[in-house]
Nanobody
Framework: QVQVVESGGGSVQPGGSLRLSCAAS?????????MAWFRQAPGEEREGVAA???????RYLDSVKGRFTISRDNGKDTLYLQMDNLKAEDTAMYYCAAGNAKTMLASPGYTEWGQGAQVTVSS
């Protein structure tokens, strides 16, 4: 059974940094082919933030390009999201997901989800 666990959320002032981590245990090769970060703010739809495949393909949401960096340890099925220059609009619950989605930043095709980590950016 696959387990996906996030860690590293918290509160930070605008301009600050946070790093999220995600560990997927018991994940078959194809099930964790893509791993991604999604976020959902209250009253908003869930959106894909960043994703990386086993072969190193990477996608970012336009609004986080240049500020967020995704990285992955394939040997451990571990995913990271370094978030720099955080803005108030980045405030959301961040979810780690794994799957073999054809569209890397779209939630259909991601079958394994973590419980979420709250990120709050406020002065």
């Amino acid at each position: 059974q696959v387990q996906v666990v996030e860690s590293g959320g918290g509160s930070v002032q605008p301009g600050g940094s946070l790093r999220l981590s995600c560990a997927a245990s018991g994940c078959p090769w194809w099930t964790c082919y893509n791993m991604a970060w999604f976020r959902q703010a209250p009253g908003e739809e869930r959106e894909g933030v960043a994703a990386e495949s086993r072969v190193g393909a990477i996608r970012y949401l336009d609004s986080v390009k240049g500020r967020f960096t995704i990285s992955r340890d394939n040997g451990k099925d571990t995913l990271y999201l370094q978030m720099d220059n955080l803005k108030a609009e980045d405030t959301a619950m961040y979810y780690c997901a794994a799957g073999n989605a054809k569209t890397m930043l779209a939630s259909p095709g991601y079958t394994e989800w973590g419980q979420g980590a709250q990120v709050t950016v406020s002065s």
